[in-house]
């Protein structure tokens, strides 16, 4: 609940009154859904300012974050503090697919904060009404989240003084805040793990077809022939032909068993859009061991999804092979009773509106794809974009923002940030993937998925994500001993 108070003397005074005074909210444990290990955190809020870069503004909201000090060396100053910067969705979830973060923490006595983005999970500015109005979508951006996080460290650091360096860590959109937290705030944050963080997916910096493409090399790949990806871009005309007629349609909604029947043709597109997400999901999920992070998937889903798709077919047989491919993903459990193509706009999935919200303002990546890559063929085409945005949001995107406020072009400006990639990660073309900068690391992972470094340890794990792992501890380890001579 928003809660507001008046500064007495100074705006900035009250805000550290408040900050500083944080509350134990709930106890739980946290279960890494990798390996079976069981941590414990304790759940809190800070209060926090709606807005921190108006003195006029004075309304405060909670932000949530989970705490675990207990690995914490009592007896010695300057413990240092692993802190995750949160991403696009419930905090919790990404505190249970972050093990390596725990490993670290006990092997150098750390602090493990998961500080939540405001706007996810339980950290909502304006309660129920968070997304009931234009005008409080202008409180979502990096800038806010950063302030935000910045507050919390500070304000933790002023409670300990035994804490000593921060190190940030984050994956994907939360590993681009923990380089730039540790860019815009190097007096409160010594060092940062980036992990899959596209900081260069920006326009004028990386081909808008670069995802795609990847996604395409990675599906193609899967049996060492091109099949699958092949099939999968046949399918899409055939998927139209079916749509175009009402037995077409009753065939395509009885192979998918769809929940909501495709009738017209904005129910296609929206297949085709669900369809879309689920091909960058599965390359991004492509983990070598079962997991749920954004669905329940087998071991290596793209291999299992392509062993329905390794000859070439067309007709029933790739409409078959089709539906029994998708299945993989929306229903390898068997749980499933229907396929809901409409859960891409599902606000309680990771992002929903809060991250459509980010993608309308300033957090704008041109995508696109070719008639070669397995994807409908689409054109970058900025101003459709910022016109949907207008048109369902009320709000101007801002194409150049982000390189504006923390550039990108090169790593000259930067220290202290590792930047870890995965070769099977379709978000690794947005990546800083070289650089001539001694104080800036880049590790290049070949059987990496999607900041798969970041995961806790597992049997299956490749060599490459294992070697990456060591040579991140070795860094870190490196910061911390600087920071305390």
Sequence with gaps: MMALYIASCSRRIS?????????????????????????HYETKEIELPVDHFNFAVNASFKLRYLINDSYVDKQNDKSPVFFYTGNEGDIETFAQNTGFMWELAQKYRACVVFAEHRYYG?????????????????????????????????????????YGPVIAFGGSYGGML?????????????????????????????????????????????????????????????????????????????AFKFCEPIKAEGDLNKFFDYLEDVYGNLAMANYPYANDFLSPLPPYPVRQFCSYLQTPVSGDKLLD???????????????TKCLD??????????????????????????????????FRPKEWNF???????????????????????YGGRNAREMSNIIFSNG?????????????????????????????????????????????ARNRESDIIGKWINEYRW
């Design 178 to 254: 923990s380089a730039w937290l540790r860019m815009k705030y190097p007096h409160l944050v010594y060092g940062a793990l980036a992990a899959s963080a596209p900081v260069r997916q920006f326009d004028g910096l990386t081909a808008c077809d670069i995802f795609s493409r990847i996604t395409t090399s990675i599906f193609a790949t899967s049996f060492n022939n091109r099949s699958c990806a092949d099939n999968i871009r046949k399918s899409w005309e055939l998927f139209k032909q079916l749509a175009s007629s009402d037995d077409g349609k009753k065939k395509l909604n009885a």
């Design 383 to 405: 101003k459709e974009y910022a016109d949907k945005c207008m048109e369902k949001y009320h709000i101007k995107p801002n194409l150049d923002d982000i390189m504006v406020r």
């Design 122 to 162: 339980k950290s909502m500015p304006f309660g129920n009404m968070t997304f009931n109005l234009t005008q409080n979508y202008g409180y979502l951006s990096v800038e806010q989240a950063l302030e935000d996080f910045a507050w919390l460290i500070s304000s933790m650091q002023e409670k300990n003084k035994k």
């Design 321 to 335: 092979g089709m539906q029994q491919a998708i299945n993989v993903y929306f229903n390898f459990t068997g749980a």
């Design 423 to 467: 070769l099977l990660d379709p978000w690794s073309g947005g990546g800083v993937l070289q650089s001539d900068n001694p104080t800036v690391h880049i590790i290049i992972i070949p059987e990496g998925a999607h900041h798969l470094d970041l995961r806790a340890k597992h049997p299956k794990d490749p060599i490459s994500v294992l070697q």
């Design 341 to 374: 193509y409409t859960s891409a706009y599902d606000p309680s999935s990771i992002g929903g509106n809060a991250w459509e919200i980010q993608t309308c303002n300033q957090m704008v990546m041109p995508m696109c794809s070719t008639p070669e890559t397995m």
């Design 15 to 39: 805000v550290l009154n408040v900050a500083v005074s944080i509350q134990l909210f709930i106890g739980a444990f946290l279960i890494s859904s990798s390996n079976g290990e069981t941590y």
